[in-house]
């Protein structure tokens, strides 16, 4: 009968513990720490030998490439070619525990039945060879995973598409290579996904992997229990100094006895992170079943300094080289007041804006008060503008939405005509939505903006109405898949675009918006230059295949344009190909488009979702 390893975890809550058929090397994926745990005993007190006579040794290591340094630099029996202490009896023994050792830990990487030679060649004078030889053989491969699940989960409708993302996303399907890591990092991120929030007691009912090295196959058997539902209890808030509990309390997006929603989790910590009270804050809800009907959220945070001044250099293919610079004070007047000037440069845009926030209120509500100067050389058209305005905010959603009334002053000049000078006191709201399956780096859901405004009549140099929308569709395809489907479109009512302050007309072109084409290209011609619309259509797809788990390539097609009359569509193509990773900041793109219009081929480069 062929030889079958079988490994078990039993009722491990949030946690794998596994028993020991293959000793704490095949439990690591690392090769550092899988030799550094044979030979250990030795290092600290070599043998005393009966008939010590040193002997020199040097080693030889043939095996794949891939393998080769990581045995030379793992292996602890490299580290003693330098002791002068070493014996043949004493070599023989560090020959055999690096083999058992090699055995291991290629067994943990999935090849169970590799061969590993290890010899001592006849010494010539004072020095031996130790020739190890490797042969990998066929690495095993999932053959089977069975994942199944038991508790309130079963029944409860949110539960129901979580088992749903658990299986779409489980790393190790049928045909993956099997690592011993691989294996204990899935069943981490399983557990992770099913319990984020809602299920805090979510624990590994059971885990089986069952190996069969003769045909290079594993059966994987995961069973998760959910544990009951957890509602939002009080909220228990620890390490302020500065600032009253409320500044806390009063961006917590849960209401008392609803379920805890995991994307609601870390959009609190965002937020919380985003008023510039905080360098960390950490979050813990007791996880104890008798306290599922109401359980504390015990918040820790780390405040701050009040004041900072950050630099940068930035780049883009858009706006090119540039520095901001930015000061924060959270705390004015010792209040919870926060002030933010912040200058912006670089060679199409110059901008100063200075907002003056009032401490969150109750439900995550506060005003903003701003100012800003913004100056603009963008193909051929030089804007300077100046804006006053007052906004109402309220952020408990994943995005802040707004009510807000502001005065637009700008100066125009456009290359071959005279400069325009304009004014509108703009009264506008904006609905910000975003059901998502991550805040940083999302794969599902949907992520979209919806505005709408207009000037108050007799206080503008042209009365107008505004609308503009903006959405992304995320739609993953399996585990290394993933479809965007991207839509914009936005209109200016009024009898002509003359009068209006251009940040209210419409260009497009660019790395969030239409590819192929320079920033802002696209418009409507005035002289030598392109000027602002009043209508914008936008569409795109893209597919997006990960080769690991951050780094992929993508195929896409944009389209659009931006125009003064509807009947002067004529529609801008750009499609390319790209590069994806998936950073701790958001997404990052780097993508080669050609625009059909021009017949040109762009490089853009871009960071994060644009909204």
Same mark, same amino acid.
């Given at each position: 009968?062929?030889?079958?390893?079988?490994?078990?975890?039993?009722?491990?809550?949030?946690?794998?513990?596994?028993?020991?058929?293959?000793?704490?090397?095949?439990?690591?994926?690392?090769?550092?720490?899988?030799?550094?745990?044979?030979?250990?005993?030795?290092?600290?007190?070599?043998?005393?030998?009966?008939?010590?006579?040193?002997?020199?040794?040097?080693?030889?290591?043939?095996?794949?490439?891939?393998?080769?340094?990581?045995?030379?630099?793992?292996?602890?029996?490299?580290?003693?070619?330098?002791?002068?202490?070493?014996?043949?009896?004493?070599?023989?023994?560090?020959?055999?525990?690096?083999?058992?050792?090699?055995?291991?830990?290629?067994?943990?990487?999935?090849?169970?039945?590799?061969?590993?030679?290890?010899?001592?060649?006849?010494?010539?004078?004072?020095?031996?060879?130790?020739?190890?030889?490797?042969?990998?053989?066929?690495?095993?491969?999932?053959?089977?995973?069975?994942?199944?699940?038991?508790?309130?989960?079963?029944?409860?409708?949110?539960?129901?598409?979580?088992?749903?993302?658990?299986?779409?996303?489980?790393?190790?399907?049928?045909?993956?290579?099997?690592?011993?890591?691989?294996?204990?990092?899935?069943?981490?991120? $399983?557990?992770?996904?099913?319990?984020?929030?809602?299920?805090?007691?979510?624990?590994?009912?059971?885990?089986?992997?069952?190996?069969?090295?003769?045909?290079?196959?594993?059966?994987?058997?995961?069973?998760?229990?959910?544990?009951?539902?957890?509602?939002?209890?009080?909220?228990?808030?620890?390490?302020?100094?500065?600032?009253?509990?409320?500044?806390?309390?009063?961006?917590?997006?849960?209401?008392?006895?609803?379920?805890?929603?995991?994307?609601?989790?870390?959009?609190?910590?965002?937020?919380?992170?985003?008023?510039?009270?905080?360098?960390?804050?950490?979050?813990?809800?007791?996880?104890?079943?008798?306290?599922?009907?109401?359980?504390?959220?015990?918040?820790?945070?780390?405040?701050?300094?009040?004041?900072?001044?950050?630099?940068?250099?930035?780049?883009?293919?858009?706006?090119?080289?540039?520095?901001?610079?930015?000061?924060?004070?959270?705390?004015?007047?010792?209040?919870?007041?926060?002030?933010?000037?912040?200058?912006?440069?670089?060679?199409?845009?110059?901008?100063?804006?200075?907002?003056?926030?009032?401490?969150?209120?109750?439900?995550?509500?506060?005003?903003?008060?701003?100012?800003?100067?913004?100056?603009?050389?963008?193909?051929?058209?030089?804007?300077?503008?100046?804006?006053?305005?007052?906004?109402?905010?309220?952020?408990?959603?994943?995005?802040?939405?707004?009510?807000?009334? $502001?005065?637009?002053?700008?100066?125009?000049?456009?290359?071959?005509?005279?400069?325009?000078?304009?004014?509108?006191?703009?009264?506008?709201?904006?609905?910000?939505?975003?059901?998502?399956?991550?805040?940083?780096?999302?794969?599902?859901?949907?992520?979209?903006?919806?505005?709408?405004?207009?000037?108050?009549?007799?206080?503008?140099?042209?009365?107008?109405?505004?609308?503009?929308?903006?959405?992304?569709?995320?739609?993953?395809?399996?585990?290394?898949?993933?479809?965007?489907?991207?839509?914009?479109?936005?209109?200016?009512?009024?009898?002509?675009?003359?009068?209006?302050?251009?940040?209210?007309?419409?260009?497009?072109?660019?790395?969030?918006?239409?590819?192929?084409?320079?920033?802002?290209?696209?418009?409507?011609?005035?002289?030598?230059?392109?000027?602002?619309?009043?209508?914008?259509?936008?569409?795109?797809?893209?597919?997006?295949?990960?080769?690991?788990?951050?780094?992929?390539?993508?195929?896409?097609?944009?389209?659009?344009?931006?125009?003064?009359?509807?009947?002067?569509?004529?529609?801008?193509?750009?499609?390319?190909?790209?590069?994806?990773?998936?950073?701790?900041?958001?997404?990052?793109?780097?993508?080669?488009?050609?625009?059909?219009?021009?017949?040109?081929?762009?490089?853009?480069?871009?960071?994060?979702?644009?909204?």
């Amino acid at each position: 009968m062929a030889p079958v390893l079988i490994q078990r975890d039993i009722a491990m809550r949030g946690r794998t513990r596994q028993s020991q058929p293959l000793s704490c090397f095949a439990r690591s994926a690392l090769f550092l720490a899988a030799f550094g745990c044979a030979g250990a005993t030795h290092a600290q007190e070599p043998p005393i030998l009966e008939e010590p006579a040193p002997l020199r040794f040097r080693i030889v290591i043939e095996a794949p490439k891939t393998y080769q340094k990581m045995l030379e630099e793992g292996l602890d029996l490299v580290r003693w070619q330098r002791d002068s202490r070493v014996t043949l009896p004493l070599l023989q023994r560090l020959v055999d525990d690096a083999r058992k050792s090699a055995i291991e830990a290629f067994a943990a990487e999935g090849y169970f039945s590799a061969d590993v030679r290890a010899e001592i060649e006849t010494p010539r004078g004072s020095e031996a060879i130790v020739r190890i030889t490797v042969e990998l053989g066929s690495r095993t491969r999932v053959r089977e995973a069975d994942l199944r699940f038991r508790g309130p989960v079963l029944d409860d409708a949110e539960g129901r598409k979580r088992i749903d993302v658990v299986r779409q996303t489980w790393r190790l399907p049928p045909g993956e290579p099997f690592r011993q890591a691989e294996w204990d990092a899935a069943k981490l991120e $399983a557990l992770l996904r099913l319990g984020r929030g809602r299920y805090a007691a979510a624990s590994i009912a059971e885990s089986e992997a069952r190996i069969e090295p003769e045909q290079t196959s594993a059966y994987l058997k995961l069973q998760l229990d959910s544990g009951p539902v957890f509602h939002a209890g009080p909220t228990v808030v620890s390490g302020l100094r500065r600032y009253p509990p409320s500044v806390v309390e009063n961006l917590n997006p849960m209401h008392p006895g609803e379920p805890y929603d995991a994307i609601k989790l870390d959009l609190y910590q965002r937020r919380l992170l985003e008023t510039g009270y905080f360098n960390a804050v950490h979050f813990a809800i007791d996880s104890d079943p008798a306290h599922a009907a109401s359980a504390p959220l015990r918040v820790n945070v780390i405040e701050a300094p009040s004041q900072r001044i950050d630099a940068g250099v930035t780049f883009s293919t858009d706006t090119r080289l540039g520095f901001t610079t930015d000061y924060r004070n959270a705390n004015i007047f010792d209040s919870a007041w926060r002030f933010r000037p912040r200058l912006s440069v670089n060679t199409k845009e110059q901008e100063l804006n200075l907002s003056l926030d009032t401490p969150p209120r109750a439900r995550g509500v506060w005003d903003t008060y701003s100012t800003r100067f913004l100056r603009s050389d963008i193909e051929g058209q030089v804007t300077r503008e100046a804006v006053v305005g007052y906004a109402h905010n309220w952020g408990l959603e994943s995005t802040p939405s707004q009510v807000s009334l $502001a005065a637009h002053f700008e100066h125009q000049s456009v290359a071959g005509s005279e400069g325009e000078n304009s004014h509108a006191l703009f009264a506008g709201y904006r609905k910000t939505f975003r059901t998502t399956d991550d805040l940083v780096s999302p794969r599902r859901g949907v992520l979209g903006t919806f505005e709408v405004g207009s000037s108050v009549p007799g206080l503008s140099t042209r009365d107008f109405a505004r609308a503009r929308t903006r959405v992304n569709w995320l739609i993953p395809i399996g585990l290394r898949n993933d479809i965007l489907v991207r839509g914009e479109a936005g209109v200016v009512l009024a009898t002509s675009r003359l009068g209006i302050p251009s940040s209210f007309l419409f260009r497009t072109g660019g790395d969030q918006t239409l590819r192929g084409y320079a920033f802002e290209s696209i418009g409507v011609p005035q002289g030598s230059a392109i000027v602002g619309g009043r209508y914008l259509a936008l569409a795109s797809i893209e597919y997006t295949r990960w080769v690991t788990d951050t780094i992929g390539g993508a195929l896409f097609v944009d389209a659009g344009d931006a125009v003064d009359e509807i009947s002067a569509f004529d529609v801008a193509v750009g499609y390319g190909i790209g590069l994806r990773w998936r950073s701790p900041v958001g997404p990052v793109r780097g993508d080669v488009a050609y625009g059909e219009r021009t017949g040109k081929v762009r490089l853009h480069f871009s960071v994060g979702f644009n909204f």
